[in-house]
C-alpha cells in the first residue's frame, strides 16, 4: 500500500478517504480502493481488484455512469505523453481482444500520467 499512497501526493491524484466517501458504495466484500486520478468530471478509480471509471454526464451532471474493468480482462494499454504545443495526454485501453480502444481519455498536464501508467501496468501484469 505505501507504493500507492505515495503517489497520492500528484496533481490530479484524489485523496483514499475522498474517494472512499463518495465512491465505498461500489465496493464488494474486500476490495479496497487503492488510488484515484480525477480528469475534469470524470474519476478513475484503481482498486485491489478492478478499475472503476466514474463519467458524469450532461450539463449538471446528474447522470453517472459507472464502468467495472477487471484488470485480467485489459489486453494492452498505452499513454501518450503531452507535447510542447499539446496540452493534453492521453490514455487507451483495450479490453479483451478489440482492435480499437475500449476506453480513451485525455488527461490535462495536472496529471501524471506516468503514475497512472504505473498503477495500470501493476494490476494488468499482476493479473
Same mark, same amino acid.
Given at each position: ?7 497520492? !501526493?500528484?496533481? !490530479?491524484?484524489?485523496?483514499? *478517504? ?8 461500489? &465496493?464488494?466484500?474486500?476490495? *479496497?480502493?487503492? &488510488? !484515484? +486520478? ?26 453517472? *455512469? ?13 499513454? *501518450?505523453?503531452? !507535447?510542447? +504545443? ?20 485525455? +488527461? ?16 494488468? &501484469?499482476?493479473?
Amino acid at each position: 500500500m505505501g507504493f500507492f499512497s505515495a503517489l497520492i !501526493g500528484n496533481a !490530479g491524484a484524489v485523496s483514499q *478517504e475522498s474517494l472512499v466517501k463518495d465512491y465505498g458504495k461500489l &465496493l464488494i466484500e474486500s476490495e *479496497e480502493i487503492e &488510488l !484515484g +486520478f480525477k480528469l475534469i468530471r470524470d474519476v478513475f478509480i484503481f482498486t485491489n481488484k478492478r478499475l472503476i471509471l466514474v463519467e458524469k454526464q450532461g450539463l449538471t451532471a446528474s447522470k453517472i *455512469e459507472y464502468k467495472s474493468i477487471t484488470y485480467k480482462s485489459i489486453s494492452r494499454f498505452s499513454v *501518450e505523453t503531452a !507535447g510542447t +504545443f499539446d496540452l493534453e495526454a492521453e490514455l487507451k485501453i483495450w479490453v479483451s481482444s478489440e482492435t480499437h480502444p475500449s476506453i480513451v481519455k485525455q +488527461f490535462n498536464k495536472s496529471v501524471n500520467v506516468y503514475d497512472v501508467h504505473m498503477v495500470l501496468a501493476t494490476h494488468v &501484469l499482476n493479473s
